[in-house]
C-alpha cells in the first residue's frame, strides 16, 4: 500500500506525538536489520563509533554492549528522536559512554578521524546531498576505519514510497556514491527479509584517496 506522504515525512524526520509512535513502530520493525548491521561492523569493545540518524536509539544501545570500552555517539537531525534516545539511553549518556546530538549528516560536529567506525541504517534516502554526507562520513573517520550503510531497494518501496521525500537509491549507485566521496567499498550484501529487499554497504576509509 502507498505510503502516505504525511508518514514518509515524518520518517525522514519524526516530529511531534506521531513522529513518536511512529519511532516506536520503528524499534521493532528495524531492530534485525540493525543488528545485522553491528555484525558487519565489528565492533570491539574499544571502538569509538557513530551512528548517522539514530531515530529511537534502541540501535546505540545495543552497540554500547558490544563497544563498552569505547563510546558510542550519534546525530539526527529530529529534535523528537534526540529527546528520545537520550531518555532510552540515559544510563550510557550519565556514564560518558555514550554521546547523542542534534546534527545533520553533512555537518558532523566531530574533530576528523574521531571515529574508528561508522553506521547508519535507512536514512540515505533522506540526505538532500548524499556525496557530501557521505565525504563527512569519511573526514570523521579514521584511516582504515570502517563504515556501514544499510538501505532499502526492492520493488515494494519503489513503489509505496513517495518518490520526493524518499530517494531509492540502486546499490551499483550508492557504491559509485562511496566511491566519488573517497571510500573503497569492500562489498555490497544482499539479503531478503520477506517481501523487503535490504542492502548492506561495507567501505573502509583507505589510506590514499585516489581520483581519476
Ligand atoms: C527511517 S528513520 C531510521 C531510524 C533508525 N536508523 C532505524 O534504522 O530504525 C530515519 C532517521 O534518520 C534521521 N535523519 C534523516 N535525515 C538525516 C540527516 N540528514 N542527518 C541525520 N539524521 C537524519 C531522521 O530524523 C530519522 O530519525
Known sequence: MRRPEFIAR???CPSGFFGHVLARVMAVE???ENDITLDLLELVPKDAVLEI???HGHT?????ERANQGLVAGVDVSAVMLRMAARYNRRLLRGGQADLRLADAASLPYHDAHFDKVYSVHTIYFWPDPLRSLREIRRVLRVGGR???GFRYDEEALQNFPAPIYALR?????RRLLWESGFECLRIEERQ?????LYWAIAVRPQEICQD
Open 147 to 149: 563504515f556501514v550503510l
Open 30 to 32: 528495524t531492530a534485525p
Open 53 to 55: 540518524g539514530f531515530g
Open 193 to 197: 527479509t520477506g517481501a523487503r529487499t
Open 60 to 64: 546505540i544501545a545495543r552497540a554500547a
Open 170 to 174: 540502486r546499490p551499483d549507485e550508492v
Open 10 to 12: 515524518q520518517s525522514a
